[in-house]
């Protein structure tokens, strides 16, 4: 085949997650074409995805795609996934010094200076850039919403009172209020904030809307709000809230959704002891990050980097067959398909991967409560575990519990003991998390199965 075909057969393979193929594929097509931007630039990227040395392909790939910011952001990953966390900030301060309104550039070195464990001063690209950029309402925006995901609430109402002198009257920056008095806890505020964004429409704000309205037990008001978002894009934001409200008033939609019982599985998988050990001691040396993302749901410990299955190495090919396998068996135990239900409806012929990764957790660590709006099905696998979790169900695996700060009286549907072995599958729409431990290693991998 020449190049081009070569290309072709790369993306088409890494399509149906076939990653191994594809990168055999793509190095061929850059073997007979060294110069093709766009062969460098997926070269670059499957390398990366496949836990290959990729910051210097990302390096080729900028100089002959110049200007091209996804890859610029690319490399920056790649160089601190491979231990240049400096090279990494140099390179995207280097950038955000021409392109001072690039969001997603301030956004990823935030990320990195804060799961690296700089968590004093990990913004101050978002405070130098809006000093100087005062014309820039989505930068402070993005910079509200930065500080927003690991709640410094103190900064978050410094960033908007400040965005709000520089752009008064935004709706933007009055949903903002309204999200922030509400999720602070300030009732007072809240209600007035409540009133002003009374005519706005927007999937975000609506979902702060039905987390307004559970917090006061304004079960009717909540569901009429996610309702409306039902069958649009934004739906699989709102499916776990109705959970929630439909469990909270006795409505029978609550088990239509959830299933009766729960559409979950606990499956002790066929893996002997070698297996798991060996696993665990490869899995240990993915974890190299210091703190955790702060999008993601993990407290006291760390979350792998690039998608765990995606890895060549062959305990993580061998579990991976093993658990897809198993994956394979909960989704034809399913009921029949319902073209109304987030779970019954999507496509079952295919089994795509959504991501996938590892999570070590450490003494008191673990899960806050949380679902996948992105995924269809998700999991939980456990490699090791603490020998003196504490007493049960201290590391248990709760599902169907609320976030605590919505402040509502509703049980687990289940606690799962964990097991070396052991494999959990239920609907990405269903809340999970986990109870904290007393001391000890906590090692899973976990993945979502992608809605088709």
Not at 7 to 16: E, K, L, N, V
Not at 52 to 76: W, Y
Not at 236 to 254: C, D, E, K, Q, V
Not at 267 to 279: K, M, Y
Request: charged share 20%.
């Amino acid at each position: 085949m020449d190049a081009a075909a070569l290309f072709g057969a790369a993306c088409q393979a890494r399509q149906i997650q076939d990653i191994e193929s594809a990168v055999e594929a793509i190095d061929e097509a850059h073997r007979l074409s060294p110069d093709n931007p766009q062969i460098a630039a997926v070269r670059a990227l499957l390398h990366y995805e496949s836990w290959r040395p990729a910051a210097g392909l990302f390096a080729r790939a900028c100089t002959l795609n110049p200007g091209d910011m996804e890859l610029i952001r690319n490399r920056a990953l790649a160089l601190a996934s491979e231990g240049e966390r400096d090279a990494a900030e140099t390179l995207l301060e280097s950038a955000l010094e021409q392109h001072p309104k690039w969001t997603e550039g301030h956004g990823i070195l935030a990320r990195i200076r804060l799961t690296t464990g700089d968590a004093v001063d990990y913004d101050r690209s978002y405070a130098g850039a809006c000093a100087h950029q005062e014309g820039s309402l989505a930068l402070h925006l993005a910079w509200f919403h930065q500080a927003a995901m690991i709640r410094d609430w103190e900064k978050v109402g410094e960033i908007l009172a400040k965005a709000e002198t520089l752009y008064p009257g935004q709706n933007a920056l009055r949903s903002a209020r309204f999200y922030l008095a509400a999720e602070t806890g300030d009732d007072a505020a809240a209600d007035t904030a409540f009133a002003d964004v009374e005519g706005l429409r927007d999937p975000g704000l609506d979902l702060c809307r039905v987390r307004y309205h559970l917090r006061r037990g304004q079960w009717g008001a909540a569901e009429e709000c996610a309702r409306r978002h039902i069958g649009t894009p934004a739906g699989a934001m709102f499916w776990p809230y109705l959970s929630l409200i439909w469990r909270l008033t006795g409505n029978a939609l609550a088990q239509w959704l959830d299933g009766a019982p729960p559409h979950l599985a606990v499956l002790d998988l066929d893996i002997s002891s070698a297996q798991i050990s060996d696993l665990a001691e490869m899995l240990r040396r993915l974890h190299i990050l210091q703190a955790p993302y702060p999008e993601q749901s993990v407290r006291g410990g760390t979350q792998t980097d690039r998608p765990l299955f995606f890895h060549p190495d062959p305990e993580v090919q061998s579990i991976r067959r093993t658990i897809m396998d198993a994956v394979r068996g909960y989704v034809e135990a399913l009921p029949p398909p319902d073209p109304r239900h987030p779970l019954l409806a999507a496509d079952r012929a295919k089994l795509l991967l959504d991501g996938s990764w590892s999570v070590r957790l450490v003494d008191r660590g673990f899960h806050a409560s949380h679902s996948h709006v992105n995924g269809w099905i998700s999991s939980a696998f456990y490699v090791a575990l603490p020998d003196q979790p504490g007493p049960a169900p201290s590391g248990h695996f709760a599902l169907g519990t609320p976030p605590p700060e919505l402040g509502l009286d509703l049980p687990a549907y289940q606690t799962v003991e964990p097991r070396p072995g052991r494999l959990v599958l239920f609907p990405s729409t269903m809340w999970h998390s986990t109870i904290p431990f007393d001391a000890g290693e906590r090692l899973t991998i976990a993945f979502d199965i992608k809605r088709t």
